[in-house]
T-cell receptor, first 112, second 112 residues
Framework: RKEVEQDPGPFNVPEGATVAFNCTYS??????FFWYRQDCRKEPKLLMS???SGNEDGRFTAQLNRASQYISLLIRDSKLSDSATYLC?????????????FGTGTRLLVSP | DAGITQSPRYKITETGRQVTLMCHQT?????MFWYRQDLGHGLRLIYY???????DKGEVPDGYVVSRSKTENFPLTLESATRSQTSVYFC???????????FGQGTRLTVV
């Protein structure tokens, strides 16, 4: 089983739609969680961190459910510029070392 | 310039040749990572390093060698390149505290 699993999509949505991505992780000792965005095979960039209490940044809301080992990202009022691949990332701490493990990514296509 | 840079950006090499991909960061981040990205697999961790002279294997280390004699540099060497190592390689770093990782622009390697 992969350490981080995501639905690869693509998710095709019209502008203005609300779309949600899910991610599951297998290691219950995972320390911290993130969503990264990647455009057209460019380098990934941090979109937002994910906290147990949930966090919101404008149109983006991230949630973490530790009991179910589940992370979500909600995008409201989708824009054309939101078209990208969204990567779920888990920071595993093992024997004092941290390593970032990425999901395969979920591709989002927003159309006019 | 501050940041994280990879070189070369593009490389074509022949099967069996040794090739080294360079990664340099100016922030003195303790952690550095090498990933490869292939269609259908997302970003897979090859090796990572927690500090100078401390490295560990990731998910797909076979055929690769790393070293970290200085904090700012983390070269990745393919000892005897194979076609299956054709990929886009990303280097990343983070400070071990905030855990936001910053990525280089990637190296597109083709093995013929």
């Amino acid at each position: 089983r992969k350490e981080v699993e995501q639905d690869p999509g693509p998710f095709n949505v019209p502008e203005g739609a609300t779309v949600a991505f899910n991610c599951t992780y297998s290691n219950s000792a995972s320390q911290s969680f993130f969503w990264y965005r990647q455009d057209c095979r460019k380098e990934p960039k941090l979109l937002m961190s994910v906290y147990s209490s949930g966090n919101e940044d404008g149109r983006f809301t991230a949630q973490l459910n530790r009991a179910s080992q589940y992370i979500s990202l909600l995008i409201r009022d989708s824009k054309l510029s939101d078209s990208a691949t969204y990567l779920c990332v888990v920071n595993l701490e093992n024997t004092g070392f941290q390593k970032l493990v990425f999901g395969t990514g979920t591709r989002l296509l927003v159309s006019p | 310039d501050a940041g994280i840079t990879q070189s070369p950006r593009y490389k074509i090499t022949e099967t069996g040749r040794q090739v080294t991909l360079m990664c340099h960061q100016t922030w003195s981040h303790s952690y550095m990572f090498w990933y490869r990205q292939d269609l259908g697999h997302g970003l897979r961790l090859i090796y990572y390093s927690a500090a100078a002279d401390i490295t560990d294997k990731g998910e797909v280390p076979d055929g690769y060698v790393v070293s970290r004699s200085k904090t700012e540099n983390f070269p990745l060497t393919l000892e005897s390149a194979t076609r299956s190592q054709t990929s886009v390689y990303f280097c990343a770093s983070h400070d071990g505290m905030s855990t936001e990782a910053f990525f280089g622009q990637g190296t597109r390697l083709t093995v013929v």
